[in-house]
T-cell receptor, first 113, second 115 residues
Framework: DADVTQTPRNRITKTGKRIMLECSQT?????MYWYRQDPGLGLRLIYY???????NKGEISDGYSVSRQAQAKFSLSLESAIPNQTALYFC????????????FGEGSRLTVL | AQSVTQPDIHITVSEGASLELRCNYS??????LFWYVQSPGQGLQLLLK??????LVQGIKGFEAEFKRSQSSFNLRKPSVHWSDAAEYFC?????????????FGKGTKLSVIP
């Protein structure tokens, strides 16, 4: 089983719908992240959380919200999806000690029509 | 602000040939530097990292990278490419400030391998 699990893996939705992407991890890491990947743009950080009570905006947080339900769970929500939020979304984790290594899930591909 | 440039969007090499992927960074001091690989349909996996010390670092899958401060570069190399190396490669820079940091990723270089 994957250490960082994202659900759903693929989702097609319509403009204006609320969408939640979920991430759970079994690595025991305190830190969790949501990234967005677009072709030719690399990865951009949406939100990150260093523990359950600590949530921070990343580079491109507008239009997104997150919830850290537990140490192992970090959800990303799109309250009203729009087509330019069509992308591949990655959850990642890292340990508290700054090793620099991120551990990624396999991604959630979201298409907004 | 830190930034990363990967000048090559797409590179094609023959199996068995050598490989060098370029990465240039912008940062006010010595950064933390990383190379990640993304195989098709997969998340990113760390290949190697540089924090300090020896400027030539070894990673997994036979990859290595050299930190050159004078050129603000951290190029990835492999002496002999295998077909399974076909993937997208991302260079990233981190801020080694106390407590925590965020990574800034380059836009990626897609590697194709010709049999």
């Amino acid at each position: 089983d994957a250490d960082v699990t994202q659900t759903p893996r693929n989702r097609i939705t319509k403009t204006g719908k609320r969408i939640m992407l979920e991430c759970s991890q079994t690595k025991g890491h305190d830190r969790m992240y949501w990234y967005r990947q677009d072709p030719g743009l690399g990865l951009r950080l949406i939100y990150y959380s260093f523990d359950v009570k600590d949530i921070n905006k990343g580079e491109i947080s507008d239009g997104y919200s997150v919830s850290r339900q537990a140490q192992a769970k970090f959800s990303l929500s799109l309250e009203s999806a729009i087509p330019n939020q069509t992308a591949l979304y990655f959850c990642a984790t890292s340990p508290t000690r700054n090793t620099g290594e991120l551990f990624f899930g396999e991604g959630s591909r979201l298409t907004v029509l | 602000a830190q930034s990363v440039t990967q000048p090559d969007i797409h590179i094609t090499v023959s199996e068995g040939a050598s490989l060098e992927l370029r990465c240039n960074y912008s940062y006010g001091a010595t950064p933390y530097l990383f190379w990640y690989v993304q195989s098709p349909g997969q998340g990113l996996q760390l290949l190697l990292k540089y924090f300090s010390g020896d400027t030539l670092v070894q990673g997994i899958k036979g990859f290595e990278a050299e930190f050159k401060r004078s050129q603000s570069s951290f190029n990835l190399r492999k002496p002999s490419v295998h077909w399974s190396d076909a993937a997208e490669y991302f260079c990233a820079v981190g801020n080694p400030g106390a407590g925590s940091y965020q990574l800034t990723f380059g836009k990626g270089t897609k590697l194709s391998v010709i049999p």
